[in-house]
């Protein structure tokens, strides 16, 4: 019976995993909607509803963004947030979004607990930024300081 079990778990928890792969593969409602800049406040306004913290968004004029990018930017704010409701503690979050003739830049950070609840709870969630970000050529810069809080640096190609 312990075996019957342990093999549906397994199934169970690939299955979550695939379920997952292929929601984060979807364009996000809101960019169907409109553009990344008005998906982004939506987004950011959503976190303020649910997140005691104060949230900072600075975002500037954007160019005209692929399909693509605009869906791993969108993705990426998205786990951010996670994150920081999940782990963070933070008071104070700051969102940065803007561009130059050639990248795109997104920056959150925050002056929470920093990046080791993250790794107490075996998040994947900086593994999946990465993951995104790399699959369009991007950079991405982690920097996290105990009880200082946690900053994510994200430049795309244009």
């Known amino acids: 019976?312990?075996?019957?079990?342990?093999e549906t778990r397994r199934l169970t928890e690939r299955t979550i995993l695939e379920i997952r792969r292929i929601v984060a593969a979807l364009r996000p409602a809101a960019l169907e909607r409109t553009e990344l800049r008005v998906a982004v406040r939506q987004l950011t306004r959503r976190f303020r509803k649910v997140y005691p913290g104060q949230i900072r968004l600075r975002l500037h004029p954007l160019p005209k963004l692929s399909e693509e990018t605009e869906v791993v930017t969108y993705r990426v704010l998205q786990e951010c947030f996670?994150?920081?409701?999940?782990?963070?503690?933070?008071?104070?979050?700051?969102?940065?979004?803007g561009s130059s003739d050639k990248s795109l830049d997104?920056?959150?950070?925050?002056d929470g607990v920093g990046f080791q609840a993250a790794r107490r709870h075996n998040s994947r969630g900086l593994a999946g930024i990465k993951e995104r970000v790399q699959s369009l050529g991007g950079s991405l810069e982690v920097s996290s300081r105990p009880e200082r809080g946690a900053r994510v640096s994200v430049n795309l190609p244009l």
């Open 82 to 97: 996670q994150n920081i409701a999940k782990h963070s503690r933070a008071a104070h979050v700051n969102v940065f979004l």
């Open 106 to 110: 997104l920056i959150v950070e925050d």
């Open 1 to 6: 019976m312990r075996a019957k079990l342990e």
